[in-house]
């Protein structure tokens, strides 16, 4: 092997790193606690079911029988095969999802089935607040594949720089 990567970059260009002047440096406690935040926000999730669960389903749109939009209590829309420009984002809950609803309708020339799930607004609006907890299990996962891609990028920079010492030495 004389190159590496798509480029072809040539493995006799290759210097060194000199690792004589480098030292370990240790995070502040701030900092680790920043870190620590940062990752538990990545890992932060609803407690509880999705906004597009099926118990959440404020209607159905559809076309010739068939469902080409489902509308959430959340008002969350999900369009299935393709989507629709230009729908309002006012309000929020079931009356944006109502809203969204009667636009699409139009625009495919569909009907509204509502949902057996379907809520008003003003329960909507008078449930819990929803409750976030953090995946501890899937920051470690994240973690511990990181660690490896680390420790893989480590053992193949170690090949690269022997292949490339012994093309230089022509071995």
Same mark, same amino acid.
């Given at each position: ?11 006799? =260009? ?5 690792? $004589?002047?480098?030292?370990?440096? &240790?995070?502040?406690? +701030? %900092?680790? /606690? ?50 629709? =420009? ?5 309000? $929020?809950?079931?009356?944006?999802? &109502?809203?969204?609803? +009667? %636009?699409? /309708? ?66």
């Amino acid at each position: 092997m004389t190159s590496i990567g798509a480029t072809g970059y040539p493995l006799h =260009a290759l210097t060194p790193l000199d690792t $004589s002047n480098l030292r370990r440096v &240790q995070a502040s406690p +701030e %900092q680790m /606690a920043e870190m620590k935040a940062a990752m538990e926000a990545m890992y932060r999730k609803p407690v509880g079911p999705a906004d597009n669960a099926a118990e959440n389903l404020y209607a159905e749109v559809k076309v010739n029988g068939k469902v080409v939009a489902r509308l959430y209590n959340s008002d969350v829309a999900e369009l299935l095969n393709g989507s629709i =420009a230009n729908l309002t984002r006012s309000g $929020s809950g079931p009356q944006l999802a &109502q809203d969204r609803a +009667e %636009q699409i /309708a139009k625009a495919l020339g569909g009907t509204i089935v509502k949902a057996p799930t379907a809520q008003t607004q003003e329960a909507w609006k008078a449930r819990p607040p929803v409750q976030w907890a953090v995946d501890y299990e899937a920051m470690e996962r994240s973690k511990t594949a990181a660690q490896r891609r680390i420790e893989q990028n480590a053992l193949i920079q170690a090949q690269l720089l022997v292949q490339a010492q012994s093309t230089e030495t022509g071995s």
